[in-house]
C-alpha cells in the first residue's frame, strides 16, 4: 500500500495518457486493416493498400482538398487580422477598448449552432441563400478563428518584457528596427502557435459548417454522411497523416527553440 500511496500520482497520469492516446493507436491500427465488409470495424486483416490508394473513393478526396483550402485561407486571414487586433488591444488606448476585450470572447463562448444558425440567418438576409458554398464557409471560419488569434497572441504580448524594446531604443534603433528585429521575433511563437490552432479549428469544424455549406462537402462532413453506411479507411490514413504532420511540427518548433535558447545563452 506505500508504494500505491507514493505512485498513485504517477499511475494516474499514465492512465489518462493511456486514455488520450488510445483512440489516436485505434485510427493509425485501422488505416491498415483490410475489413470483410465496410460497415465491419474490426480488425480482419493488415493490408498496405489503403496507403497506396488513399483516394480509392475520389468524393473523400474532393471534400479533403476543400477542407484544405478553407483551413489555410481562414487561417491566412484570421492570423493576419487577428494578430493586428491583439497589438492594437494591448498597445493602444482607445474609447472601447474594455468592451473589445469582452466582445472578443463572446464567438469563444457561444454555443457553435448558435453561430452556425445565426450566421445562416445573415447570409439569407443578405441574398446570398442559393449561393451557400466556399466563401460562406471561409466567412464563418475566419469569424470564430478569430478570437482564438487574438486572445493567444494578446497573451503573448501581455507577457512580453518591455525593457528589450527600451533598450533597443536606448541604443538609437528605429521604430521600425524595433519592431522587427525585437518585437516581432518576441511574438512570432504566440502568433505560429495562433496560426496552428486556427488551422486545426477551421479543419474539423462541422457544425458552424454544415449550416452554411450549401451543397459543398467538408472532410467531417463526409466522415460524417458515411459513417451511416460504413467508414472507408482511407479516412483513417488521413488521420494517421494529420497526426504525423502535427507531431512534425511540434517537435521541429521544439528544436527550433532549444536552438534558439543555446543560441542567446551563448551571447
Known amino acids: 500500500m506505500r508504494w500505491?500511496?507514493?505512485?498513485?500520482?504517477?499511475?494516474?497520469?499514465?492512465?489518462?495518457?493511456?486514455?488520450?492516446?488510445?483512440?489516436?493507436?485505434?485510427?493509425?491500427?485501422?488505416?491498415?486493416?483490410?475489413?470483410?465488409?465496410?460497415?465491419?470495424?474490426?480488425?480482419?486483416?493488415?493490408?498496405?493498400d489503403n496507403w497506396l490508394d488513399p483516394c480509392a473513393d475520389p468524393t473523400m478526396c474532393e471534400s479533403l482538398g476543400l477542407s484544405i483550402r478553407?483551413?489555410?485561407?481562414?487561417?491566412?486571414?484570421?492570423t493576419v487580422i487577428g494578430t493586428l487586433a491583439a497589438f492594437a488591444l494591448v498597445r493602444w488606448d482607445f474609447a472601447g477598448r474594455s468592451s473589445s476585450n469582452i466582445l472578443i470572447f463572446?464567438?469563444?463562448?457561444?454555443p457553435e449552432i448558435v453561430l452556425g444558425s445565426?450566421?445562416?440567418?445573415?447570409?439569407?438576409?443578405?441574398?446570398?441563400a442559393g449561393q451557400l458554398g466556399f466563401w460562406t464557409i471561409f466567412i464563418a471560419h475566419v469569424m470564430f478563428c478569430l478570437s482564438f488569434v487574438v486572445v493567444t497572441v494578446r497573451s503573448r504580448l501581455a507577457g512580453m518584457d518591455d525593457t528589450l524594446e527600451q533598450a533597443a531604443?536606448?541604443?538609437?534603433?528605429?521604430?521600425s528596427q524595433t519592431f522587427w528585429r525585437i518585437t516581432f521575433p518576441l511574438v512570432l511563437p504566440g502568433i505560429l502557435g495562433a496560426a496552428l490552432l486556427s488551422f486545426s479549428l477551421s479543419f474539423d469544424d462541422f457544425i458552424i459548417t454544415n449550416f452554411n455549406s450549401g451543397s459543398d462537402v467538408t472532410f467531417p462532413m463526409y466522415v460524417w454522411g458515411q459513417a451511416r453506411v460504413g467508414v472507408p479507411m482511407q479516412v483513417n490514413v488521413v488521420g494517421?497523416?494529420?497526426?504525423?504532420?502535427?507531431?512534425?511540427?511540434?517537435?521541429?518548433?521544439?528544436?527550433?527553440?532549444?536552438?534558439?535558447?543555446?543560441?542567446?545563452?551563448?551571447?
Do not use: K
Open 4 to 48: 500505491l500511496r507514493e505512485h498513485l500520482v504517477l499511475i494516474l497520469g499514465l492512465a489518462v495518457l493511456v486514455y488520450t492516446f488510445v483512440p489516436i493507436a485505434v485510427v493509425v491500427l485501422m488505416s491498415f486493416n483490410e475489413p470483410a465488409s465496410r460497415g465491419v470495424y474490426s480488425f480482419d486483416g493488415f493490408t498496405l
Open 70 to 78: 478553407v483551413a489555410l485561407l481562414a487561417t491566412l486571414v484570421a
Open 106 to 110: 463572446l464567438p469563444m463562448a457561444a
Open 118 to 128: 445565426s450566421l445562416l440567418t445573415l447570409f439569407v438576409q443578405a441574398g446570398f
Open 169 to 175: 531604443q536606448d541604443l538609437y534603433a528605429t521604430p
Open 240 to 267: 494517421t497523416l494529420m497526426l504525423v504532420i502535427s507531431l512534425v511540427i511540434v517537435v521541429g518548433g521544439e528544436i527550433a527553440s532549444r536552438r534558439r535558447t543555446r543560441a542567446l545563452a551563448t551571447v
